[in-house]
């Protein structure tokens, strides 16, 4: 009777243990319920009306490559009001050449210690009559400066005159750095029309609670409060030989 009687003790205090990892489960299984499994995207370029890329743009892969991608790239021409809206209420504008937006940066965890996703947005509005041809660099770095993904090779090629462009990066498996400051630089031609142009860069500040060390802590705890208890009551093995035979 001695035993079984440790033996419920010990199941009581496990599963006592093991409440705060379930919750922490279910918050992190919350905060990435949209996104796919496999975690990879493969986008391709969309002209359309909205201001954001359209689900339909992205082709999810069946299996996750060995190492992560740097970068996944997608850009929408918004019109109307979406062009509008997709600038925002205070665009900075290159000397009446090129109207630029913020940046807005997105984040998709999950619960593993890849992180999850980063996702930026950026917007250009052509202001003149003729195409203009710019590049692009989005890169993200934790709290202490240190970049952790970037992308490099992102333009916009001919944007014709009058048009505004939606641009999106997807940061994939960018770990569990909770700080993330993320960055644009839009470089323009030197000079457009004789006017001379300088690049300019955007930032956006994301926090993102890291699940992965959450859970491994709560782990942790709860052991650590399962042997405390198991040998301060003195019930994981028998006292002595007389008791376990009765």
Known sequence: ???????????????????PVIGLMGLA???????????????????GSTSAPSPAATTRASTRPAAPVASLTTQVTPVGS??????????????GVLAVSGLTAT?????????????????VKNLTDNPISSSLRFWVDNAVGLEIRAADDSSLTDLPGGETRTVTTTFTDVSQWSVFNSHVTLTP???VDG???????????????????LLVAALVVGLSVAARYALLTKRLFPVSVAETAS
């Not at 979406?82 to 000397?95: I, N, R, S, Y």
């Not at 984040?107 to 917007?123: E, R, Y």
């Open 29 to 47: 299984v919350s905060a990435q319920a949209n996104e796919d499994p496999d975690g990879v995207s493969l986008t391709v370029s969309v002209l």
């Open 107 to 123: 984040a998709h965890p999950t619960a593993g210690p890849d992180g999850g996703d980063i996702v930026l947005t950026f917007t």
């Open 189 to 191: 031609p030197d000079s």
């Open 195 to 213: 006017t001379a142009l300088t690049p300019v860069t955007r930032d956006a500040l994301l926090l993102v609670p890291p699940y992965f060390v």
């Open 82 to 95: 979406a062009a509008t809206e997709a600038l925002g209420t205070d665009p900075v504008v290159m000397a």
């Open 1 to 19: 009777m001695l035993i079984s009687h440790t033996v419920r003790h010990l199941l009581i205090v496990a599963l006592c243990a093991l409440v």
